[in-house]
């Protein structure tokens, strides 16, 4: 029988439209709650009956007046692109124009509106005529509608049907009844309380990016998630994320170049406006140079959670946003984990969240239906700003651990006492014990860390400008050791081999994948005459190599060098040897944690030592005046 092959109706293509954008209730939460953020909402309420697939969205946005609520539900209508240049400088969150016309297809759909009282128009997906005339508009009626809510029920096709005044405040809500009513088999795959997690983690990680947003999750009348908006994502991520305190994050903004290509882009573009010459036809911009968005101000925000203090099971809290969304990117996210290397206990992930606002013309949002995956015109060049970010974020000096705070009128009177005394209570003006400069003052990025004392021959006891800690010298040695073990791994030759007994066949192989090559010395004996140079001199080698045979890989073997050649515990120190030790721990690129996960020093800041002691800085109180 032949094939015959046909049009689709257009009821069937809506449809399989409808489907691409909208495949859950959280894809329509999503789809309604973009729309509310392009409208410059500051509260979002979503309300959800999911037995009933039933979803509510109400914001208190810029709203819409009657003409454009006629206009919102029909195809590809939006206000946020006119022409084909638009698609590479979007900055909204909406563009394509699908929503509220699949909600439509979908389901039973419902818009109350009002434009504010400033007669801003709104600027989200699905209402068109973003620049309306700054002139009242009026109803069939002659009646002016600026300030009058207005209630629309759309058909199938996204036509307006039923049209009548509404009591509302500014803004929008956004009624879905009974949705996929017309496709069953989309109801079948989450229960009511797999929706709401869904919803749940959907709403999570658009607030992320929005911190200064009101949110409000229902389940029916039942509050189930608000979000008390902030000042930055490191505000809110305590509240995502169990177990999570704002003292276990670290926040981080830089400003971002433009990439290369952009950059020489525009470069290029300049030189042709400014002569009057051509574009040279042997470079290819990334965007057409009609199309051309120079970068405004660029910037890179970071939410680190700390690895001495937290880390999670599952990777589940790695995440990138791009321009104010959440987006899958396979190579910025392996970029963190690989930037986080080492730095976790074994099995353990980071919590890490790195914002990126850059210029529309750096990305390419037709990637996917639901736009949370993108392409980056330079991808290389955004893994290198994201990972010394992080290796910024991870450094200990004053940047990331400001001294604590002194009240303004405390420090006030502590200048005016230096000037008049012999003496100084900054710390930055002590000097070693040799007479010298500190070590703020000789290493350029250092924070001051001065030692003082040796606990137990175990713990170094190090005075810090905001308080003093508690360094465990074995695990800080094997951070140092372990990173110049990874920019350096170099083997040395040996006069007298060290025989090796007891090999399997696999750790013959795992010594050969390390360069570590073994020869036959007799009837279950090996010699190798090769071993890693801080292994060299040690009277237990044989030992550290049978314990580098078992692994497979250079990284873990690495970690077991340093592990092995790091000073013991119970080691006693000088003062000199102590401060040598801390100013070559601060300088590695993770100090935080050693290459195993555990935590290398504990903070006692001033502000807890005066708590337990029962200090205060009001003048006078603490002396009995």
Known sequence: MPVTIQTLPAEVINLIAAGEVIDSIAAAVRELVENSLDAGATRIVVSVWPEQWRVQVADNGTGMDLENLRQAASPHSTSKITTEADLYKIDTLGFRGEALHSLAQLGCLE?????????????????????????????????????????????????????????????????????????????????????????????????????????????????????????????????????????????????????????????????????????????????????????????????????????????????????????????????????????????????????????????????????????????????????????????LNDEVLPAAPIPDRVGQLLKASEQKSAYSVGISARQNDDGGEDAKGNKIGLMELRAIAQVHNTYIVAEHPSGMWLVEQHIAHERVLYEQLCADWQLKCLEKPVILSQLSALQIENLSRLGLEVESFGEQLWAAREVPELLADRDDCADALFELSKVADLQAAQVATACRSAMRNGTPLSLSQMQNLLDEWQQTRNPRTCPHGRPIYFALEESTLARIFRRSWVIGKSHGI
């Open 111 to 395: 818009v109350l509106s009002r434009s504010n009282d400033l007669g801003l128009r709104d600027f989200s997906e699905n209402r068109e005529s973003a620049q309306t005339p700054a002139k009242s508009s009026f109803n069939k009626g002659g009646v002016e509608n600026d300030r009058s809510g207005w209630r629309v029920v759309y058909n199938n096709a996204g036509e307006a049907v039923d049209v009548e005044t509404a009591a509302i405040a500014p803004g929008t809500v956004v009624t879905v009844d009974n949705l996929f009513g017309n496709w069953p088999v989309r109801r079948s795959f989450l229960s009511p309380a797999q929706q709401m997690r869904s919803i749940q983690l959907t709403l999570q990680q658009i607030a992320i990016c929005h911190p200064h947003v009101n949110w409000q999750l229902r389940q029916g009348n039942t509050p189930c998630l608000h979000v008390t908006p902030g000042s930055t994502a490191e505000q809110l991520l305590p509240q995502f994320v169990r177990g999570v305190r704002s003292s276990d994050l670290q926040y981080l903004k830089l400003d971002l170049p433009a990439s290369p290509q952009n950059q020489k882009a525009a470069n290029l573009l300049l030189e042709t406006q400014l002569v009057g010459a051509t574009v040279k036809p042997n470079y290819q911009f990334p965007v057409a140079t009609s199309q051309f968005q120079m970068p405004n101000s660029q910037f890179l925000e970071l939410v680190i959670g700390l690895p001495d203090r937290c880390h999670r099971r599952r990777p589940d809290w790695v995440k990138v946003g791009v321009n104010r969304r959440v987006v899958r990117s396979p190579e910025l996210e392996q970029t963190i984990l690989s930037a986080f290397a080492r730095t976790c206990p074994r099995d353990r992930y980071p919590v890490c969240f790195v914002h990126l606002q850059i210029s529309p013309s750096e990305i390419d949002w037709n990637r996917h239906p639901a736009k949370v995956e993108i392409y980056l015109h330079d991808p290389s060049f955004w893994q290198a700003q994201v990972s010394a970010a992080i290796d910024r974020a991870l450094h």
